[in-house]
């Protein structure tokens, strides 16, 4: 199947830093990716949809100052949590989709905030 | 807007027997529906992906059906093995936007 990669797959950081989160299709070209968060023992909630040379478009509740999104190139999507805080802590995983809407996700990042 | 529901929650099971678990959805224009697997602390891994033409697929020891008319979808697991234990999510697919279930956690016990 295709690859998606995400980097890092965890970090920890101080409250009031910002994280930035790389996703990346290695071998084929998305025009669109897509940003979840999962919080323990939950599915997956989209937060917003990565669009490559325009703004995202962020699902209703998701503070798009704090979750910046950016779809610089067709394999590449960042998203950045700005000034983080604790309740920001949790899993993210994007996923990016192929053609017949085929998606997939990659590992996922584990972000700690302390 | 797609909701989705998975039953049940949790599944044990000894190894050897088949598992099947069910997806719900509530809008039958969806455009795919897909199965994952997600391991503890890690990402979804794409399984089977039926598109809405189509009545099921089938990889290895793993078979999915669709009904769109009932909007159910079934994931049958052949022959259980202890490394099939994680936890199985079902999307409903519309406008390239994936709805999730709420996962099925399994159990295989040796």
């Known amino acids: 199947g295709a690859v998606v990669s995400q980097h890092p797959s965890w970090v920890i950081c101080k409250s009031g830093t910002s994280v930035k989160i790389e996703c990346r299709s290695l071998d084929f070209q998305a025009t669109t990716m897509f940003w979840y968060r999962q919080f323990p023992k939950q599915s997956l909630m989209l937060m917003a949809t990565?669009?490559?040379?325009?703004?995202?478009?962020?699902e209703q509740g998701v503070e798009k100052d704090k979750f910046l999104i950016n779809h610089a190139s067709l394999t590449l999507s960042t998203l950045t949590v700005t000034s983080a805080h604790p309740e920001d802590s949790s899993f993210y995983i994007c996923s990016a989709t192929r053609r017949e809407a085929e998606a997939f996700f990659g590992q996922g990042t584990r972000l700690t905030v302390v | 807007k797609q909701e989705v529901t998975q039953i049940p929650a949790a599944l044990s099971v000894p190894e050897g027997e088949n598992l099947v678990l069910n997806c719900s959805f509530t809008?039958?224009?969806?455009?795919?529906l897909q199965w994952f697997r997600q391991d503890p602390g890690k990402g979804l891994t794409s399984l089977l992906l039926i598109q809405s033409s189509q009545r099921e697929q089938t990889s290895g020891r793993l078979n999915a059906s669709l009904d769109k008319s009932s909007g159910r979808s079934t994931l049958y697991i052949a022959a259980s093995q202890p490394g099939d234990s994680a936890t199985y999510l079902c999307a409903g697919v519309n406008d390239y936007k994936l709805s999730f279930g709420a996962g099925t956690t399994v159990t295989v016990r040796a």
């Open positions: 990565s669009n490559e040379g325009s703004k995202a478009t962020y």
């Open positions: 809008d039958s224009a969806i455009y795919n």
